[in-house]
């Protein structure tokens, strides 16, 4: 709640004979009057919960935000990390479930975090309990000059299964609150306090201080790559280390699939399975024989299990930006569209859900586990392997070279299948890039990275209206078959097919340019410069 | 931002008492409150415990020097501020008569109050017992005007001139509420008139204080009674008349 600043402290020891709270007081009688204010304002005790996405996307932007419980309903207050107060708005309650601040009621905190946690839920991430006292410091004429403020804090962290839950209780607090119109006073206060043994300036905020108390850091979760390889480290290791990292970040989204609490999880999660597949294709013939054959069919399993569910997502999640492009028909026209996108998704996620909670994925996760883990830790290093800089050279060039070639080779009448392969092409050279990002210098790394992201975005463009629009005809197929398509739904619904079309057409003519930038002289050289440094 | 005065031309007649205790209901209730002691005596700042002392003094507040901001003061109860007194306010109006020619000169203080509107919700102005710059200034700037009587026909008369003063303004002009103050239940007299006038006039609030020694405690405590003696006959009294005042007079 309050940030850390040279007038809060805290307590090395909790409780105790030997504890320094004890020594507060005395401290302070040298200068003041010390008299406890039962019933003050923010006495008593405080229940809250921090919240934020699973991506730490508040704090990575600055900001926290509690749900403050009060004995009927409570309030969402959000702050700057050094608790500078930004928003706050009742709320009824907090959902028991994680919710999207979409869900929340109008106000200024939902104005505030819309845009910035879209489409990620708001997840518990420390629960706080609070008992505060508040102790008056008086001068020599009975006045209160100053308070002391003095905070015990026991927090938990939320699992979802209230018997795992981890509880800590956190250093007591003490803070000096400023009398307004006697700075001197809190001022002088703050250096008695200062000076008891035991007692030390607070350096983190409460927040920072539950996490460290629960053993967590602040953003541990990233959906980056981001793995631990050196440029000498043996090339299988480095592989091993790079598919551990993805297989870390595969199984941390699991339970938030099974629990369904956004969408993102599933994408996270297929994001991992798509680069464990590019790094089988492409790096796996470091690995020992056999293995990358019978996890690429396994991977590849699960990536088709998660296809249908992800669609109707994107579906879903694209519904309001599809009917704000409507001309002739009505956003209310394609409501039944939406209902029906909806009851497909439940039937999807319950097989997905069925399969993720089923021996064939265990066994996938486990035995890649403990394949990988024996690579990592027994490759030594007397083996001649080639190095994690060698293989990310020559797999880098290859990739790019194939690029290169295949893209030069399409023109006007070439059919969609070739873009379509070339973005797939154009996929595993942004993962080798990323795979490899450690070993690259950074400023190449991203220039050529923003030439390959603008090509990407552009067959992207190209491939995702091509199967959006082929996705509309397959919907109203079905929807006919079913019955549960009004002739107006069908109607809106071509019309959207029409405006995919346009988006095609004009992504297939912006691909020239998109790919000389790539690909030309100068993002040759930018490509040179990457893998064998300036010359 | 809602501003209340206590005012009487007359001293002693429970002004600062009653704008103490109904600050301290107003901040009670959750309103950000400000209690300015314009008495040079100072008796509100001594019974929140508050030295009667404004660096600069009234000169460099009227003159703008010192933002009333700076000078404020916390007391000991939550959202109660308060402005002190400073012993240079005996000298107020000869400064007010500086401030400029006749209309603004009358209006220096509601201008000074101007920039506190954001911060606070009601601002208590305890008035030193005269007829002066000072008084107008602060009938100028009040939206409603406490007046305490004590129950005699003398304080009747007073009444009626101050309304008529009032009623004299151009433009805006400040809700008149009247309070009779330290009514004596032993005598005849009192209770009379403290009937007739509550429900002969408008603008006399029903609710009375009474004359109790209870009230003389808050010296020695140093706090509103409704603080230290919250469910005694006073403080019922002063909360029943905070309800009132609250409200616009009946026609």
Known sequence: MTAASLRDFVADTPTGEDSPLDAVSSALSQTFAVRQEPGAAGSGTHRWTWLDTFDWRLYKAGLTLQFEQARRGGRLVLSKADGTPQAEQPVTRWPRRPGLAEDLPPGPVRDRILVLTSPRALLPIVKAVSTVTVTRLLNADGKTVARLVMDHVTVTAPTGNTAADTTAELPPRLSVAEVRGYPGQARKAADLLAGVPGIAHASQSRFIAALTALGRHPADYTSGVEAEITATMPAPVAVARLLLRLLDTLELNVPGVLRDIDTEFLHDLRVAVRRTRSAIKLLGGVLPAGLAEHFKAEFKWLGDMTTPLRDLDVQLLGFDALTGQLVAASPADLEPLRAFLAFRRAREFRRLAAALRGPRFRAITDDWRKALLEIRDVDGPRRRRPTAAALALSTTGRSFRRIAAQGAAITLDSPPESLHDLRKRAKELRYLLEFFAPLHDQVAYRKVLSDLKQLQDCLGEFQDSEVQRHEIGDLADAMMAERAAPAATLLAMGEIAAKLALSQAEARAEFAARFARFAGPAGRERVRVLLEGRS | ?251
């Open chain 2, 1 to 251: 931002m809602k501003i209340f005065a206590t005012y009487n031309i007359k001293g002693g007649v429970g002004k600062t008492t009653a704008a103490v205790n109904l600050a301290y209901l107003s901040a009670a209730d959750g309103c950000r409150t400000l209690l300015w002691d314009l008495d040079p005596q100072g008796a509100a700042s001594f019974l929140f415990r508050i030295k009667p002392r404004v660096k600069g003094g009234g000169k460099a507040l009227i003159r703008g020097t010192k933002a009333l901001d700076d000078a404020i003061k916390g007391t000991d109860f939550d959202h109660l501020d308060l402005l002190p007194a400073d012993f240079t306010y005996r000298n107020m109006d000869l400064l007010l008569g500086a401030a400029g020619a006749d209309k603004k000169s009358t209006r220096k203080l509601a201008q000074l109050l101007r920039p506190l509107a954001a911060e606070y919700d009601h601002v208590f102005l305890d008035c030193p017992p005269s007829i002066s710059l000072v008084s107008e200034n602060v009938m100028h700037a009040a939206d409603v005007l406490l007046v305490p009587l004590i129950p005699t026909t003398l304080s009747v008369r007073t009444l009626d001139q101050l309304t008529e003063f009032v009623a004299g303004f151009t433009g805006r002009r400040p809700q008149v509420w009247a309070f009779f103050s330290m009514v004596d239940r032993r005598k005849k007299l009192h209770l009379q008139i403290t009937k007739n006038l509550t429900t002969e006039r408008s603008g006399v609030a029903a609710a009375a204080i009474p004359a109790l020694s209870m009230i003389e405690r808050m010296s020695v405590e140093r706090a509103p009674i409704t603080a230290f003696a919250p469910n005694s006959a006073a403080a019922r009294a002063y909360r029943a008349l905070w309800s009132e005042v609250q409200q616009d007079p009946k026609p």
